[in-house]
């Protein structure tokens, strides 16, 4: 089972609509989830983190974390076209370093 | 905010040869730099582990001969990819950690292996 795991979709959207992207982790004792955006050549920028079960907003954007269900979501309210990218889903291992492990990315399209 | 410097940008090689790629702390001392790789549509594979100092801790099947990793300052680490073959060509990407900040990335390194 990969550590991280989201589904590369392609997940197209209407602009002004919700995208929805979602991603799973098997490390239980995880304590720490990024999300994170990348355009195609570019290394990733920070969208949020979140640490807290529940819900944790920043103007469009809202991150959902359940860690009894091992599972972390974003949401982005009224997607643009400029939204459309790769979205990484990341998680810091707590043991053995505290490097961010990468999910493989869900790719979004928000069409005009 | 904290910005890493990471050059060069793009590097085309011959195959057999070696390359550096270099990121440096521009504002703040990394502690700890991680070295990722991106293949084509996929995501970033943690390559390896570096903390000023001492030496990198590899992930599990990256052979740590050919990817050599110097982390001689709190402000500079270095990838050498040694013996470069086409199957290297990646986009190569590092991250850093302090003591104040978050993880910050480099711009990243295309490497072509012709």
């Known amino acids: 089972q990969k550590e991280v795991e989201q589904n590369s979709g392609p997940l197209s959207v209407p602009e002004g609509a919700i995208a929805s992207l979602n991603c799973t982790y098997s490390d239980r004792g995880s304590q720490s989830f990024f999300w994170y955006r990348q355009y195609s050549g570019k290394s990733p920028e920070l969208i949020m983190f979140?640490?807290?079960?529940g819900d944790k907003e920043d103007g469009r954007f809202t991150a959902q974390l359940n860690k009894a269900s091992q599972y972390v979501s974003l949401l982005i309210r009224d997607s643009q076209p400029s939204d459309s990218a790769t979205y990484l889903c990341a998680v810091k291992r707590e043991q053995a370093g505290t490097a961010l492990i990468f999910g493989k990315g869900t790719t979004l399209s928000v069409s005009s | 905010g904290a910005v890493v410097s990471q050059h060069p940008s793009r590097v085309i090689c011959k195959s057999g040869t070696s390359v550096k790629i270099e990121c440096r702390s521009l504002?703040?001392?990394?502690?700890?730099m991680f070295w990722y790789r991106q293949f084509p549509k996929q995501s970033l594979m943690l390559m390896a582990t570096s903390n000023e100092g001492s030496k990198a801790t590899y992930e599990q099947g990256v052979e740590k001969d050919k990817f050599l990793i110097n982390h001689a300052s709190l402000t500079l680490s270095t990838l050498t990819v040694t013996s470069a073959h086409p199957e290297d060509s990646s986009f190569y990407i590092c991250?850093?950690?302090?003591?104040?900040?978050?993880?910050?990335f480099g711009s990243g390194t295309r490497l072509t292996v012709v």
């Open positions: 979140i640490y807290s079960n």
């Open positions: 991250s850093a950690i302090g003591h104040k900040y978050g993880y910050t």
């Open positions: 504002d703040f001392q990394a502690t700890t």
